[in-house]
């Protein structure tokens, strides 16, 4: 996880409105998380190996807060849990 990632975080935590969805795939790609968009569907699926639950973030402009709360949430528990197995 680079400093790029780290303050997108920062930044979300802080204000989590108006947000779109290439800011979570920036945030996916720097912290490692898989994103996953089925065909023809309107949401995307985050997961990573770590959690058994997994987030889902709606395709919309701008992403409603509620997710972005979850991905924060959820992006603290990945880093939890990657703490514990190093």
Same mark, same amino acid.
């Given at each position: ?13 802080? !204000? ?23 065909? !023809? ?22 992403? !409603? ?22």
């Amino acid at each position: 996880m680079g400093k790029r990632g780290e303050k997108l975080l920062d930044r979300m935590r802080r !204000n989590p409105a108006d947000w779109r969805i290439d800011d979570v795939r920036t945030l996916c790609e720097s912290f490692g998380l898989d994103l996953d968009r089925r065909p !023809n569907g309107s949401h995307y699926g985050i997961s990573d190996v770590s959690q058994a639950a997994h987030v889902t973030i709606p395709f919309a402009r701008p992403i !409603n807060r509620v997710y972005i709360r979850q991905l924060v949430r959820f992006v603290d528990a990945v880093r939890v849990a990657r703490e514990k197995i190093e």
